[in-house]
């Protein structure tokens, strides 16, 4: 979970109170319930903002790639037995070195 609070975070959704939770202008979620690590629908829209502020995203098989788009240095490269899981921790160790 400690992951998932910091892709909400990146994500732009702030803690709002003790119990957890985290809420963005369309919606409020409890911790428990954000679903980073196991939904396309939460993780693609990370993968789109890192893209949007400049870094190229390569999800290939079970091997995903962060570049930085002007010189193209691989910044991230994770392996994992399926594409989600990769993704899931490019995005993560992209966040955590930023």
Known sequence: MKDNKLIAEFMGLKPCDDREQYQS???T???ADLKYHTSWDWLMPV?????SIGFEF???????????EDSME???ETYS???QKATYKAVT???KEK
């Open 47 to 51: 993968v789109d903002k890192i893209e």
């Open 29 to 31: 979620n409890v911790v």
């Open 81 to 83: 037995h399926n594409k």
């Open 58 to 68: 390569q999800i290939l098989k079970g091997t995903c790639l962060i570049q930085d």
């Open 25 to 27: 202008s369309i919606y």
């Open 93 to 95: 160790e992209f966040i």
């Open 74 to 76: 691989t910044l991230v």
